[in-house]
């Protein structure tokens, strides 16, 4: 089992920025590709960005590619998405997933096991 816990989202202006957190806790989470997704209201949930466990790879929607960075920490067992340049229809519920294929870097949510709870970014114009 993993537990992931999502943290660091907020209201914030266009152009601004915002850094989400996702800690993961479980016996082989390190191990895991992570990823993050987001889900705007009546939208599907989309990918955003992905890492695979080592941090050396990662992956990026054609939206975010530029602006946003994913990274982990291996010593504290997290994740962060370092959101720059914010836009409004970046305003979602972002969730951290992760994926048992520490080398996949997956953009399918069927593909991550694990979710966290979801924290709200909300970028007003």
């Known amino acids: 089992q993993v537990q992931l816990v999502g943290s660091g989202g907020g209201l914030v202006q266009a152009g601004g920025s915002l850094r989400l957190s996702c800690a993961a806790s479980g016996r082989t989470s390190s191990r895991y590709a992570m990823g993050w997704f987001r889900q705007a209201p009546v939208k599907e949930r989309e990918f955003v960005a992905s890492i695979g466990w080592s941090g050396g790879n990662t992956r990026y929607s054609d939206s975010v590619k530029g602006r946003f960075t994913i990274s982990r920490d291996s010593a504290k067992n997290t994740v962060y998405l370092q959101m720059n340049s914010l836009k409004p229809e970046d305003t979602a519920v972002y969730y951290c997933?992760?994926?048992?294929?520490?080398?996949?870097?997956?953009?399918?949510?069927?593909?991550?096991?694990?979710w966290g709870q979801g924290t709200q970014v909300t970028v007003s114009s």
């Open positions: 997933a992760a994926d048992s294929n520490g080398l996949r870097l997956s953009p399918a949510t069927k593909e991550y096991e694990y």
